[in-house]
Nanobody
C-alpha cells in the first residue's frame, strides 16, 4: 500500500518562509503519480494549493502564485513557501494519485496525515 509522509512546516512570523516535503513510497508506480499539496485553513474548506505531474508540469492556486514554489524528484515532493501571511495558516496535506493532475480531491487516493503551518502577525 502506498504511504505518504509529510515533514517540515512549523511556525513563523508573517513575511518569512517555511518549507514542507513529502515522500510517497510503497509501489513502483509512485514516480508516475500526480502529487499535490492541499490545505485546510481555519473555518474554510479543503483547497488545492499546488500540483505537479510526472513530467514536471505545475499548477498553483491563485493565492500562492509568486510566493510558493513546487518541485519534485520522482516521488519526493518539495514546497517552498515564501512571503507567508496569516491567511496561509492551516494544515497542509500531501496527496498522490495515479491519474492526470486535477484539483479534484477524489483524484487522489493516497494522503498524508497533514502537517501544521502557522503564520503569526
Amino acid at each position: 500500500q502506498v504511504r505518504v509522509v509529510e515533514s517540515g512546516g512549523g511556525s513563523v512570523q508573517a513575511g518569512r518562509s517555511l518549507s514542507v516535503t513529502c515522500v510517497a513510497s510503497g509501489t513502483s508506480d509512485q514516480q508516475r503519480f500526480c502529487m499535490a499539496w492541499f490545505r485546510q485553513r481555519p473555518g474554510k474548506e479543503l483547497e488545492g494549493v499546488a500540483n505537479i505531474d510526472r513530467v514536471g508540469s505545475i499548477l498553483y492556486t491563485d493565492s500562492v502564485k509568486g510566493r510558493f514554489s513546487l518541485s519534485r524528484d520522482n516521488a519526493n515532493l518539495f514546497l517552498q513557501m515564501n512571503k507567508l501571511n496569516v491567511e496561509d495558516t492551516g494544515i497542509y496535506y500531501c496527496a498522490a494519485g495515479p491519474g492526470f493532475c486535477t484539483w479534484r480531491r477524489d483524484a487522489f487516493p493516497y494522503w498524508g496525515r497533514g502537517i501544521q503551518v502557522t503564520v503569526s502577525s
